[in-house]
């Protein structure tokens, strides 16, 4: 057990639906990164926060977006989702921004869009 | 951008020693992390180098040479349980972010 935890760990949803990810980082950890794993794409970064404000965004579509809160947890927001959204998304957190090498992932939500 | 290249799989023995090795082209390189998944299971964080150098850690080293931008990992006394997928990673953009290789899968068998 990483000590970051993800919900839900399922979502089934339909097409232009949208919906919320949400992770809870480890204790005390300040980074929080969102990663999305697909068979075909790998596992593929999309947006870093630390302690609130964002650090930096890999390949986030226009659609997806991303908060990091008071409390450090962190949602994922996914809009008009298309099938190709389908994908497993982690989180990870590390304790520092500087500690980026050291993630911890969280179990992932897996998004199946239909 | 970043680019890494890894072997997609390997299979070896129980017992055995297996290397995967990874090259990458990165600018503001800060260093290469390892990371194992299991089938449906989350990554979870092996070893890092930041200088050049071998790292050891029980059973797992991990080798990087800045000059030749390669390093590997070297997994010894392979047991059932390493059958996993491997992955390498580079730091993105400003060093706060990693950068994934597709991952090597490897399959031990007895």
């Known amino acids: 057990d990483s000590g970051v935890t993800q919900t839900p760990k399922h979502l089934i949803t339909a097409t232009g639906q949208r919906v919320t990810l949400r992770c809870s980082p480890r204790?005390?950890?300040?980074?929080v990164y969102w990663y999305q794993q697909s068979l075909d794409q790998g596992l593929q970064f999309l947006i870093h926060?630390?302690?609130?404000?964002?650090?930096a965004k890999g390949n986030i579509l226009e659609r997806f977006s991303a908060q990091q809160f008071p409390d450090l947890h962190s949602e994922l927001n996914l809009s008009s989702l298309e099938l190709g959204d389908s994908a497993l998304y982690f989180c990870a957190s590390s304790a520092t921004s500087g500690s980026f090498y050291e993630q911890y992932f969280g179990p992932g939500t897996r998004l199946t869009v239909t | 951008g970043q680019s890494l290249e890894q072997p997609s799989e390997v299979t070896a023995v129980e017992g055995a020693i297996v290397q995967i090795n990874c090259t990458y082209q990165?600018?503001?390189?800060?260093?290469l992390s390892w990371y194992q998944q299991h089938d449906g299971g989350a990554p979870t964080f092996l070893s890092y180098?930041?200088?050049?150098g071998l790292e050891e850690t029980g059973r797992f080293s991990s080798f990087l040479s800045r000059s030749d931008s390669y390093g590997y990992l070297l997994l010894q006394e392979l047991q059932m349980k390493d059958s996993a997928s491997y992955f390498c990673?580079?730091?993105?953009?400003?060093?706060?972010?990693?950068?994934f290789g597709k991952g090597t899968t490897l399959s031990v068998s007895s």
């Open positions: 180098n930041g200088l050049d």
């Open positions: 990165t600018s503001g390189f800060y260093g």
């Open positions: 926060y630390y302690n609130g404000e964002e650090r």
């Open positions: 990673a580079v730091s993105g953009q400003a060093g706060t972010a990693l950068i």
């Open positions: 204790s005390g950890d300040l980074s």
